[in-house]
């Protein structure tokens, strides 16, 4: 039996589906302590049980996002805060090839946070 989480990924369409599953698996890679959930009905990433990051698609435009959930603290030019007061996103154009540099920059930069202890982990 399929989860809630694999359902939200295999109900997308193409190319937001093969985009998010490839999302997915780029941020599983960042680190050993980085893990999946499935939280407010998305799928959501902890490090270390604390939540760092999830996966999203624009009511609008039905792109999928990277949602980064420290993300005020970060200064990246592709990062929006739109009306947030905590977390930014990263748009993802699923028609394009992934912008993997400003992917592995800002969310490794949101990972230093948690390990740095800027952001406390319980």
Known sequence: ?????????LNQEEPTKSCMLALR??????????????????????????MFCYLWTDKKT???????????RINHPKLEQGDRSRMKILRINP????????????LGEALNLYKKGIVKIK
């Open 1 to 9: 039996m399929l989860r809630d989480i694999d359902n939200y990924y």
């Open 25 to 50: 698996d780029i941020i599983l890679a960042l680190d050993e302590d980085v893990t999946e959930a499935w939280k407010y009905r998305m799928p959501m990433f902890c490090y270390k049980g604390k």
């Open 62 to 72: 039905r792109q999928p996002y990277i949602g980064v959930v420290e993300g005020k």
């Open 95 to 106: 028609s394009k090839d992934l912008p993997l540099k400003a992917i592995h920059g800002i």
